[in-house]
Nanobody, 119 residues
Framework: QVQLVESGGGLVQPGGSLRLSCAAS????????MGWYRQAPGKQRELVAI???????TYADSVAGRFSISRDNAKNTVALQMNSLKPEDTAVYYC?????????????WGQGTQVTVSS
């Protein structure tokens, strides 16, 4: 069984910074794309940033230049550094990874971590 566990959410003032981390564990053969999605109240879940196993990154237009995604393939972790946070960044942030376990290749999701940007 594979698990994704996030950490690092919380309350921050506008203009502040937060760092989210996610660790994958369990019966992992290979991890392909890793990334972060978010869902604000009343809205659909949306892509924030993804990173391939080779390090290629993609960002949502709304966060480009403010957020930075990175991963450590040796530790099976992915992180999201969020700077210049805005109230509209408030959401539950979900870690995402496409993982091959001994039986199949499939997407996995973390349980979500709340990020609130407010003064």
């Amino acid at each position: 069984q594979v698990q994704l566990v996030e950490s690092g959410g919380g309350l921050v003032q506008p203009g502040g910074s937060l760092r989210l981390s996610c660790a994958a564990s369990g019966s992992i053969v290979t991890i392909y794309t890793m990334g972060w999605y978010r869902q604000a109240p009343g809205k659909q879940r949306e892509l924030v940033a993804i990173i391939t196993s080779g390090g290629t990154t993609t960002y949502a237009d709304s966060v480009a230049g403010r957020f930075s995604i990175s991963r450590d393939n040796a530790k099976n972790t992915v992180a999201l550094q969020m700077n210049s946070l805005k109230p509209e960044d408030t959401a539950v942030y979900y870690c995402y990874a496409v993982i091959r376990d001994p039986s199949q290749r499939r997407p996995y999701w973390g349980q979500g971590t709340q990020v609130t940007v407010s003064s």
